[in-house]
């Protein structure tokens, strides 16, 4: 087995307590022989800047590039809150983004059984629900020229926000999610509003385009993004993967997120470009929640969101899908059998720490060989 190189960059706050788990995860996947990770460890964030007064240092952003995936944990915090805007901690985050390029953001949207009641939504409605979202992460109206508030002659303000998107950026997200599609349930959502905006008219075209030439084995259908948004809530089951842009990404995924329970239990990856040569992915994969210093240091942390991020390096840096669905079947076996971090127990019920339910996932882990 081809020995795999992970950077790992814990953060601070909860960040740090969470990434232990992986940690120890990594190293009963090493011992079992179910992997091979070579991992290395920086700095970023807090820990950075307190270290030497920068959010990520020339080093850590070199190891990152050169590494086959990055797992991160989380970032920020009070402590920080009054160091320069570029030396703060969201920075460091921000930077990896930026110079890995990574376009694609992937928020799965899973339902547990054993948490089906703690869903906004009915049991019935969300129970094995499993769906996902990818959102196009670097461009669109969060990034495009002009993006400015001008004063008019007659004194008021004009801002304007602008969103472009060019066939290349589109193709690319495109192809990310019809390779997911085709390895899920086949059937692709493209959501955007074509009826109003020309960028949504040139996404429509695009997609069909990329869906004739290198899917048509795959289901494609076209959803206004506002009706997606009602899909959601309504019937959520009926969809697989669904690919949007920028902003309605950054809507629709929180939205999908929510109706699956606890921060403490969302996942996330964001995905870079295929390297000509080698097919391979930068990546970086990491919970949704942040450093959490309201709990940081207490053991309360929840770290499934961290451990399913890991899951979902498993599965798209390393093609090690067995063992990500191994990692998926013991958080549900843990759940089903009761165990819970604070975020996520009933009112009155015991709630076990970060590492208890970091060594039950591995213990389930283990039973299952
Ligand atoms: P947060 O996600 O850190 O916390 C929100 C609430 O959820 C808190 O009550 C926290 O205790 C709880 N929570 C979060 N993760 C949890 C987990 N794994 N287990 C149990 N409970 C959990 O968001 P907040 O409080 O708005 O931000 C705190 C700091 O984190 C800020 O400095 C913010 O900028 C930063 N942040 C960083 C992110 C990142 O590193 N990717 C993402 C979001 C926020
Ligand atoms: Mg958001």
Avoid at 66 to 76: R, T
Avoid at 295 to 311: D, M, Q, V
Wanted: glycine share 10%; hydrophobic share 45%.
């Amino acid at each position: 087995m081809a020995t795999q190189k992970l950077l790992l960059l814990p953060g601070d706050g909860i960040g740090v307590e969470v990434m232990a788990e992986v940690r120890r995860l990594i190293a009963f996947l090493n011992k079992s022989g179910l992997a091979s990770f070579e991992t290395e460890e920086d700095l970023v964030g807090g820990s950075a800047y307190d270290a030497h007064g920068k959010a990520i240092s020339e080093d850590a952003m070199k190891r990152a590039q050169e590494a086959d995936a990055v797992m991160f944990g989380a970032v920020g915090g009070p402590k920080w809150a009054d160091v320069p805007y570029e030396a703060r901690p969201e920075a460091g985050l921000l930077r990896l983004r930026k110079d890995l390029g990574l376009f694609a953001n992937l928020r799965p949207a899973v339902c547990y059984p054993a948490l089906a009641d703690a869903s906004s939504l009915k049991r019935e409605l969300v129970e094995g629900l499993d769906i996902m979202i990818v959102r196009e992460l670097t461009g669109g109206v969060y990034f495009g020229e002009p993006k400015e508030i001008v004063t008019l002659e007659n004194g008021q303000k004009r801002a304007v926000d602008t969103q472009v998107y060019t066939t290349h950026e589109i193709e690319r997200i495109a192809r990310v999610a019809f390779d997911l599609a085709k390895v899920r349930k086949g059937l692709l959502h493209s959501s955007e509003k074509h009826n109003v905006m020309k960028s949504g008219v040139l996404w429509k075209q695009v997609v069909t385009s990329v869906h004739k030439a290198e899917y048509p084995e795959l289901k494609l259908e076209h959803i206004l993004a506002d009706n997606c948004g009602m899909q959601l809530v309504r019937t959520p089951k009926q969809f697989d993967v669904i690919v949007c842009d920028n902003l309605f990404g950054d809507m629709l995924s929180d939205v999908a997120a929510m109706l699956t329970g606890s921060l403490g239990m969302l996942p996330s990856a964001s995905l870079g470009a295929a390297d000509a040569r080698t097919g391979k992915r930068k990546a970086m994969y990491e919970p949704v929640h942040g450093s959490a210093p309201d709990i940081a240091g207490k053991g309360l942390a929840n770290p499934i969101a961290t451990l399913a991020s890991f899951g979902m390096a498993l599965r798209y840096s390393f093609g090690l899908s067995e063992a990500a669905d191994r990692l998926d079947a013991a958080i549900a076996d843990v759940l089903g059998e009761g165990l819970r971090t604070k975020d996520i127990a009933a009112p009155g019920q015991n709630a076990v720490s970060t590492s208890d339910m970091g060594g039950a996932v591995i213990k389930a882990m283990e039973r299952a060989r």
